[in-house]
């Protein structure tokens, strides 16, 4: 094993392994944080500086300037760094990518829904569910509450985990903060509403056109770590070939889809935003009804699937001699 082929594996694997272990405290800064203000800043110029039959044009620089912006500035910092010295370097670039992938924070999450399921408290569950989605939670009873949970947690796979483990696998950390920044910019002005309509299209087009090969390879995972977890692999790639593309996201039915399949459980349905019913496909068969244990499963496939993952990626890695991160 070469030099470069180690530095790439052990970078991987740190940078995975200190996302589980710390995951975001909130007494580091975090990237996003920077994103989000400069994605706040970029849109107030933007409104001020082009009419509104020009903000379909002027959306265009959002990705632009956010994710190119975020992907030189990167590359600057490590080259800086690595002049300094390359283990300063290095470090550095394992917290970046870190700081790409939530699969701590994510498991969390859910937990602390399931937690307050299982303690039968229903408006702290409640709560603890409006944190993590857009939907409104206040009038959900427990089957409804689980299901935001579960969908949540099997959507977010996506784009908090095999997307910037796989950009960061293609282009290094610059490449996986460029893919947050797309991803940051979807979560902000990506909306189909008449604010964001025309300024966030680029945005949002962008991130499903990232997320497009990762949603893919993410349902197939699920379904090997479906037959690893003893679950209903057979279902989860059934549903999969069924309902994925009935969503309304190009990406977000496949992870869902799978999931669905491997609990023998149904989501999609009826959800609120805004005061605003919403209508989403059904994913999977209600081959039982959703209960709080759904989530702790839903974490457990998150897990699998992270692992295989990375283990895939690291392998992938030294096949390839280090070569794709020379």
């Given at each position: 094993?070469?030099?470069?082929e180690?530095?790439?594996?052990?970078?991987?694997a740190?940078?995975?392994i200190?996302?589980?272990?710390i995951?975001?405290?909130?007494w580091?800064p975090?990237?996003?944080?920077?994103?989000?203000?400069a994605?706040?800043?970029?849109?107030?110029?933007?409104?001020?500086?082009f009419q509104?039959?020009?903000?379909k044009?002027?959306?265009?620089?959002?990705?632009?300037?956010?994710?190119?912006?975020?992907?030189?500035?990167?590359?600057?910092?490590?080259?800086?760094l690595?002049?300094?010295?390359?283990?300063?370097?290095?470090?550095?670039?394992?917290?970046?990518?870190?700081?790409?992938?939530?699969?701590?924070g994510?498991?969390?999450?859910?937990?602390?829904v399931?937690?307050?399921l299982?303690?039968?408290d229903?408006?702290?569950?409640?709560?603890?569910?409006?944190?993590?989605?857009?939907?409104?939670?206040s009038?959900?009873?427990?089957?409804?509450?689980?299901?935001?949970?579960?969908?949540?947690?099997?959507?977010?796979?996506?784009?908090?985990?095999?997307?910037?483990?796989?950009?960061?696998?293609i282009?290094?950390?610059?490449?996986?903060?460029?893919?947050r920044?797309?991803?940051?910019?979807?979560?902000?002005?990506g909306?189909?509403?008449?604010?964001?309509?025309?300024?966030?299209?680029?945005s949002?087009?962008?991130?499903?056109?990232?997320?497009?090969?990762?949603?893919?390879?993410?349902?197939?995972?699920?379904?090997?770590?479906?037959?690893?977890?003893r679950?209903?692999?057979?279902?989860?790639?059934?549903?999969?070939?069924?309902?994925?593309r009935?969503?309304?996201?190009?990406?977000?039915?496949?992870?869902e889809?799978?999931?669905a399949?491997?609990?023998?459980?149904?989501?999609?349905?009826?959800?609120?935003?805004?005061?605003?019913?919403?209508?989403?496909a059904?994913?999977?068969?209600?081959?039982?009804?959703?209960?709080?244990?759904?989530?702790?499963?839903?974490?457990?496939?998150?897990?699998?699937?992270s692992?295989?993952?990375?283990?895939?990626?690291?392998?992938?890695?030294?096949?390839?001699?280090g070569?794709l991160?020379?």
């Amino acid at each position: 094993m070469g030099g470069a082929e180690l530095t790439a594996i052990v970078m991987l694997a740190a940078a995975f392994i200190l996302d589980l272990l710390i995951g975001d405290p909130r007494w580091i800064p975090h990237p996003v944080i920077g994103m989000g203000k400069a994605i706040k800043k970029l849109e107030a110029w933007i409104r001020r500086s082009f009419q509104l039959e020009n903000l379909k044009r002027a959306g265009v620089l959002l990705p632009v300037l956010v994710a190119g912006g975020s992907l030189v500035i990167t590359w600057a910092l490590l080259k800086l760094l690595s002049l300094i010295h390359p283990w300063l370097a290095w470090a550095a670039e394992v917290v970046l990518i870190a700081t790409t992938i939530a699969v701590k924070g994510l498991k969390d999450a859910g937990l602390e829904v399931y937690r307050h399921l299982k303690q039968g408290d229903l408006p702290a569950a409640r709560n603890s569910l409006g944190m993590i989605v857009g939907r409104e939670t206040s009038h959900l009873d427990e089957p409804e509450i689980v299901r935001g949970t579960v969908e949540t947690v099997a959507e977010n796979i996506v784009d908090a985990v095999i997307s910037p483990l796989l950009y960061a696998l293609i282009g290094g950390t610059p490449l996986a903060m460029a893919y947050r920044a797309v991803n940051t910019l979807d979560s902000m002005v990506g909306y189909k509403n008449e604010k964001y309509i025309h300024l966030g299209w680029a945005s949002a087009r962008l991130d499903d056109i990232a997320n497009w090969i990762p949603a893919r390879l993410t349902a197939l995972l699920l379904t090997l770590s479906a037959l690893i977890l003893r679950m209903d692999y057979k279902r989860a790639f059934r549903m999969v070939r069924r309902d994925a593309r009935r969503h309304p996201s190009p990406n977000s039915g496949f992870p869902e889809s799978a999931v669905a399949g491997a609990l023998g459980i149904r989501l999609g349905g009826t959800n609120v935003y805004h005061g605003v019913s919403s209508f989403r496909a059904y994913m999977g068969d209600a081959t039982r009804p959703m209960e709080a244990r759904d989530i702790r499963l839903t974490n457990r496939l998150l897990l699998t699937v992270s692992v295989l993952f990375v283990v895939l990626e690291l392998l992938v890695v030294w096949g390839a001699g280090g070569t794709l991160w020379t």
